[in-house]
């Protein structure tokens, strides 16, 4: 095996997640670029490659037993091992999202993708990450998720949301339950937050660029053996949860 590190970014072809496995491949990493769409991916994979990272395409729609499993073949005969699994796919689910209005496929399409995706995605990838001398987990949240900012008066907190911030919420505690589970291992797990990233997945609204956003995940990604597990971060800092 390669003592080279090899990551895979889940949702990797635009945003937020092609700024981590940029981020990532400028480390001197091999990155998985992990999407759906082929043409999207393969032209990621070449922008990657122009600028100077090893980055290698990755199908994968996080949604799907058979692709997941493929994209675990996959990595498996190309490093035999995989060292860090960045989570990064997500979809809102759809606008607006009152509570009294929502259409229960909105609620459910978030958390396939936003939870189920990443706990798919995940078990999938444990047989390759326990093979790592310091593997890493990285699950993409958001400020939303945390129940404290949003019951706390203070700073707009984002639109009321019945499916996106809830599906948040649900994987910071999925979170904690891997690195509950997991903790005597070497694997550490942690939720990060980009903040609010200029992104297709909120028409190009935030204030902040992917490459801002990114930042944290390629922290939590590269955290020294004794790093913190278990916790969710942000650029400044621990969030509450």
Do not use: H
């Not at 122009?50 to 005969?77: H, I, K, Q």
């Not at 809830?166 to 903790?183: D, G, H, I, M």
């Amino acid at each position: 095996m390669s003592g080279q590190t090899i990551a895979l970014v889940t949702g990797a072809n635009k945003g937020i997640g092609y700024e981590i496995a940029a981020g990532l491949g400028a480390l001197g990493w091999s990155v998985g670029v992990g999407a759906r769409d082929e043409a999207r991916r393969d032209a990621a994979v070449r922008e990657l490659r122009a600028g100077g990272a090893d980055a290698f395409g990755v199908p994968l729609d996080v949604t799907d037993d058979a692709s997941v499993a493929a994209a675990a073949l996959l990595l498996e005969e190309r490093a035999g091992r995989l060292d860090v699994l960045v989570n990064n796919a997500g979809v809102t689910g759809g606008m607006p999202q009152m509570p009294t209005t929502v259409d229960p496929s909105a609620v459910r399409a978030a958390v396939e993708t936003n939870v189920i995706g990443v706990l798919r995605v995940t078990n999938a990838l444990l047989p390759l990450l326990r093979l790592s001398a310091s593997p890493r987990i990285v699950n993409m949240s958001s400020s939303v998720g945390s129940l404290t900012r949003q019951t706390s008066p203070g700073p707009d907190t984002g639109p009321i949301s019945a499916a996106y911030a809830p599906s948040k919420t649900f994987l910071n505690a999925l979170t904690v339950q891997y690195a509950k589970e997991l903790r005597d291992t070497n694997i550490l797990v942690n939720a990060a937050c980009p903040g609010y990233c200029a992104t297709d997945l909120n028409g190009f609204r935030g204030v902040r660029t992917p490459e801002q956003g990114a930042a944290i995940a390629i922290r939590l990604a590269s955290l020294p053996d004794d790093g913190p597990t278990g916790a969710f971060f942000d650029e400044d800092g621990v969030v509450p949860w």
